[in-house]
């Protein structure tokens, strides 16, 4: 399996190579080959001679930000070990630079095993913690090589993935075998990858990282301060779409359209979950006849927007302060059939949220919500307008589901606890 896995990928790297180019260069950002074939600058890591650090490694965007709990707990509860940080996407690299924790941030490299070795070499971990369901066979087989323990943090298997990792098994097997342990979520993330091939033995169900998000509800004074920071109207009721994907945007504006006041007495942010998605939801806009400002240009611009304008966010890195300064938040990549994003975010800030029917990749989640009053599923468009409407205009309700949402996110926590004491376990074992 290993030979032709080897094999399959040495025969994909031309591809591999084109697409990272094409990624990099449609985002305006460098490809970083070097890293992301293991070659790391010769001194770069020199200050982490003999200190074994603990190497996470994160996707994206949201594993990142998923993560920050835990990054926090392991820097409190083994200070002498420094924190490398790993990313696949630029955008996740542009979240993870800006943690204070992390003492190095890289690029986790392709799968091919000279890369691999040659990282973790350089790197020298004394654990890598991977984020999420992210199985690398060539990684995991250097880094058992290396005698370097691998745990799975904040584990999941998603419903529309499940089929797919069994038709897999006889590839994911002798993979999993190579952890050390499995941090899954819930009960059902723990005994559907036993069924994939996990050893059951060291398989746990500590939580999820994201109901570990700090509640951050804001004073009325610190509200008013993130309005003027984005140019916004301090007098009007704010609707921040977040995190949305394509065919979703047309969808809320036509949603927008049909709420009184729109354009007047409240106005709407979007946020594609993509920033480069930004010019294309532009052309929309313009196309629509609806005026838009980019969260880039505000530094250039002394005057707040006006009230019929729309904040469209091109940047990275924000989306908790524009929950914080919302009144109404939309969580996308729900009205089309992605799987959802994340709802305690919005939760966290005491900020009512919305979302579609297409929440696989956050079912246990979405359903925590909506049992707990602190948020509303909507079955399409059309839902979504008439909700709109009836919230913004019922100050009570949208304070009855924020406060709902803190009270949840108050008591389903401990995940980063859970986490640490299995971390400690293997970490014991290498002393």
Request: aromatic fraction near 8%; charge should be positive.
């Amino acid at each position: 399996m290993h030979l032709i896995y080897s094999l399959i990928l040495w025969l994909l790297a031309p591809f591999i190579i084109i697409y990272h180019l094409y990624r990099s260069w449609s985002r305006g950002r460098p490809p970083a080959f070097t890293e992301r074939f293991g070659f790391i600058p010769t001194g770069r890591f020199t200050t982490l001679a003999g200190r074994r650090p603990i190497w996470v490694h994160a996707v994206s965007v949201g594993e990142t930000i998923a993560v920050r709990p835990l990054l926090r707990g392991l820097k409190q509860r083994f200070p002498d070990r420094p924190l490398v940080l790993s990313n696949t996407t630029e955008t996740g690299r542009s979240i993870g630079q800006g943690i204070a924790e992390v003492d190095f941030s890289i690029y986790f490299p392709f799968d091919f095993g000279f890369a691999v070795r040659r990282l973790l070499g350089a790197i020298r971990p004394s654990l890598v913690v991977i984020v999420e369901t992210e199985i690398w066979p060539n990684f995991l087989r250097a880094a058992q090589r290396q005698a370097v323990p691998v745990l799975l943090a904040n584990g999941r298997i998603a419903d529309r993935a499940f089929p797919r990792y069994l038709r897999m098994q006889w590839f994911f097997r002798p993979a999993l075998a190579r952890y050390s342990a499995f941090c899954m979520q819930g009960i059902e993330d723990a005994r559907r990858i036993e069924v994939i091939g996990a050893p059951a033995g060291r398989v746990h169900v500590a939580g999820n990282l994201k109901f570990d998000i700090p509640v951050t509800v804001q004073s009325p004074q610190r509200r008013a301060a993130l309005r003027e920071k984005f140019g916004l109207d301090p007098d009007v009721l704010l609707f921040t779409v977040a995190s949305t994907h394509e065919g979703e945007e047309e969808l809320v504006l036509s949603a927008c359209r049909q709420v009184p006041g729109w354009g007047g007495t409240f106005g709407t942010i979007i946020v594609p979950r993509h920033p480069e998605r930004a010019p294309a939801v532009g052309e929309l806009l313009r196309r629509e006849g609806v005026s838009f400002v980019l969260r880039s240009r505000l530094p250039q611009s002394s005057t707040p927007l006006a009230r019929n304008q729309v904040l469209l966010v091109d940047t990275v890195g924000e989306l908790l302060e524009l929950y914080a300064l919302s009144d109404l938040v939309f969580v996308g990549g729900s009205l089309v059939p992605t799987g959802g994003h994340n709802l305690l975010e919005p939760a966290a800030c005491g900020v009512p949220s919305l979302f579609g029917p297409h929440t696989s990749n956050f079912r246990e989640i979405a359903a925590l919500v909506c049992d707990a009053g602190a948020g509303i599923r909507v079955a399409d468009g059309a839902e979504l307008a008439v909700t709109v409407a009836r919230l913004l205009a019922d100050p009570a309700e949208r304070q009855r589901l924020g406060e709902n949402g803190v009270r949840l996110m108050s008591e389903t926590g401990g995940a980063t606890a859970r986490h640490l004491e299995i971390i400690a376990t293997l970490l014991e074992g290498r002393e």
